[in-house]
């Protein structure tokens, strides 16, 4: 198998890097204060940090390119950062490495409304985008439960999913073109104004890529329609297999609901118990929340459809809400829920793996196993319709020694959803936080083929590095990210 | 810009490697007899032809990867070809290259209804997929003009289109993973069984890559469940404005059809002519043909409204069809709309450009205003909801120099295409016939970049060689295509 070469850790002198960057940026443009960089010492995964040493304010994509070729010059490495909402430690600074923040790139540069598309900035948040077209009645459809907060850079990075990307896609489905600063500084256009443009799908390639193969500095999104009717569904159930069951037979009675989330016992409790929503059923052992959108009628019509095939499976009640207010409501509880396991235990550990809908009974019934064997808790709430399951792992990380049983815990369920024909992530990106479990999932020549890409695009290992693919480390250790050269790749 | 090395045409010996072949796939896998070649001389793209000295015949991902192992031992190139039907000589055979034939690998191996997915080898045809699934209720969407006799394998090079792409989307969003041959003749997985595996997206960047990055020899496919319902909408308008704008109108208004397509005068002249449908009107300036599928209240709903927006923009008349035999009498014109072309015309040569949407009708007047300054008529029939264009030139090809003159206009059109923010190519591919268009629609540093990727997969240059990028003949000298070696780009 490839493998990065361990790094050696390099005095770097950073006064003439930092020179150059304020020569670009201006001195407000280049943050060098220790208690102002602390900020970025870590993402999402909070369990990972790493304090940068320079972290650089670009506004426009020739600044971004001009950093870039400073880093070249001084082969330094560097890192893109968004919002720093991302779960799996991709935005996670490197050893000596210079974070390049994208939180002053916050323009919509324009809205075609007629053609369906709006280019942005990377750091835009994600619900500024739907914001600014809703009013003519159009909306973005990836929605990470963070949208109120992470930008679209790094939903590019990431590929980043949502309630709504089981029937519109993840973020890779609604981008048409894209301006990146490549690895060496250069720019370049990938993609284009309409969808499928010839040559090569470079714009595929970079959506996902977490930053390894460039950033991106101008972002073409298609916005779609806003549907006539919407419509929110809960159903509760007293076994979580008549639940898993229920969502099987929705899809393959050819139904996509706009989205379609499960929670089971523990999350519901603990919402109810943090938010107090007073619509979830504390006694029930699941809940599925289906919303079904399109025209008027469709949606009356798959309503009912939806409603039979939950009574068929045992449903205790189906309830729905087609106003603004009570779907609100309803959805209330399911964006809490992370939040809230953070209420009910003094820590928790997300994990995010994909598994095909129809093996949902089976691996639901493994994790409850794996959590009687490893005697922690496990709350499940997740997009039941795309079979991406967010199992959160309940513990006490101040308890020595516990985080790595967890974490181990947190393995065997992703080895579970490879095991069943699945992935091992679903939205979340594999960043720092699971690329020793890519072997587990990709062979020798798989890998070797993704880093040649990587290589090609980023040959000096500059952009993003220790990111994705395994190095010999073992897992956990991740935190210790750092420079890494390439291997000399024997195609090379 | 980086162009390609003209080749100089090497004497091979082609005995020690046939000798090679033969032991792989026995006599009968392997074509010698010059009168059995000129079957592969060309694809879809008759104009260009090139007698390839070898055919091979595998029937197995390891005989592929064998085939192409000798191929590299001897330094020659190899192309893939599926059914030939291809309208870009992507297929077109090189000087002293291999002729890898999929046709024999034509088992669909295991077909997965309750996850929606079927897997194929690359010689299934198109259609079989949907024969294969449709009696349960399903069906594969990309449906190519040519769906009766075109390979999957071939689809997947393209990324081919076809009427249904307009909901449902292009080849690419069908293809969940591949198992490729690469050019070296490693066997790799990309992919996977589920959407949106980790890991830079390579079957996205290899869907649509012409065969320069490897052979697929297993696809996994999605599969969709059928609707239940479908209508046919068939509008004739005295304006192709009108019926332009109504195509606008109908999108704006959050109605995403099935396939929304648009005949000019003189198609549907040519089709009434040809086929005798006896549905469309010879005086109508266009008709459109639109096709509403889903639940049958929504497209009860849909088709009053699509009936509106019709009558609103000028329609003279609006008919439908709901039952199979009607609809089926609806498209049948414009299914026989090109070979139409080729009854009316001793010649035609087809277009295939895009431009966005709200270009239509100046598109189609600037178009008309070229046809008259060149003095051929130009039939448009065309997937006029992507602002896919297909106009056909018809011309005498036996008249000298008519040839050269067609594709001059040929390539105004695409120009004109780019200039309003669209693409050379929707769905034919790039291929031999249009490389010389590339740098009109990227710039240089876009297709060093997509260089790159090319040279990663394919090191020494031997799949499918003088395809996609730019060389520095002029065009219309592609049919001279031959073995070419990468330049030495600069950053490697």
Not at 27 to 49: A, H, N, P
Not at 110 to 126: C, F, M, S, T
Not at 179 to 197: H, R
Request: net charge negative.
């Amino acid at each position: 198998m490839l493998t990065q070469e361990s790094p050696k850790t390099q005095t770097i002198n950073w006064k003439p890097i930092i020179k150059k960057f304020v020569a670009v940026l201006g001195e407000k443009g280049v943050v060098q204060r220790k208690e102002e960089l602390l900020t970025y010492e870590c993402d999402g995964l909070t369990s990972y940090k790493q304090c940068p040493p320079v972290a650089v304010l670009p506004r426009t994509t020739e600044q971004v390119s001009e950093i870039v070729k400073i880093c070249n010059q001084f082969s330094v490495p560097f890192i893109a950062r968004g919002s720093g909402t991302g779960l799996s430690g991709g935005a996670l600074p490197a050893e000596n490495s210079v974070l390049i923040v994208t939180s002053l790139m916050r323009q919509i540069l324009k809205i075609d409304l007629e053609n369906q598309r709006a280019v942005v900035q990377p750091g835009v948040i994600n619900s500024w985008v739907t914001q600014a077209v809703s009013g003519a009645g159009f909306y973005f459809a990836p929605d990470p439960s963070s949208q109120i907060i992470c930008s679209i850079g790094g939903n590019i990075a990431e590929n980043s999913g949502g309630v709504h990307c089981l029937k519109y896609g993840v973020t890779t489905n609604h981008v048409l073109g894209l301006k990146i600063v490549l690895p060496s500084g250069a720019i370049v256009d990938i993609g284009g104004q309409i969808p499928e443009t010839p040559g090569y799908d470079l714009t595929g390639v970079f959506v996902g890529s977490e930053g390894t193969l460039g950033i991106a500095t101008e972002i073409t999104l298609k916005i779609l329609k806003t549907a006539e009717s919407i419509c929110v569904l809960l159903a509760d159930f007293t076994s979580v297999d008549a639940a898993a069951a229920t969502v099987s037979d929705i899809i393959s009675a050819g139904i996509i609901p706009g989205g379609m989330e499960m929670m089971d016992n523990i999350s519901i409790n603990a919402v109810e118990d943090v938010v107090a929503t007073n619509c979830y059923p504390r006694d029930a052992a699941a809940i599925l929340l289906v919303e079904i959108d399109g025209l008027e009628v469709e949606v009356s019509a798959n309503k009912q459809r939806v409603k039979e095939i939950c009574q068929k499976n045992g449903a205790r009640n189906v309830t729905s809400a087609s106003d603004p207010e009570t779907r609100l409501k309803l959805w209330k509880g399911r964006k809490a829920a992370f939040a809230a396991a953070g209420h009910i235990s003094p820590d928790y550990y997300v994990q995010d793996g994909v598994i095909p809908r129809t093996q949902l009974p089976y691996v639901l019934q493994e994790i409850e196993r794996l959590s009687n064997q490893y005697g922690y808790p496990i709350a499940n709430v997740f997009h039941a319709g795309d079979g991406n399951l967010h199992p959160l792992i309940l513990f006490d990380n101040s308890i020595h020694g516990e985080l790595e049983k967890v974490e181990e815990l947190g393995g065997e369920i992703l080895r579970l959803c490879v095991r069943v024909g699945g992935s091992i992530s679903g939205e979340h990106g594999i960043g720092a936080d699971k690329k020793c479990y890519m072997p587990d999932m990709f062979s020798e020549a798989d890998l070797e083929t993704m880093q040649w890409v990587r290589k090609v695009f980023n040959p000096q290992g500059l952009a993003n590095p220790g990111k994705i693919f395994p190095t010999p480390r073992t897992c956990g250790e991740a935190a210790k990210v750092s420079i890494q050269k390439f291997p000399d790749l024997e195609r090379f």
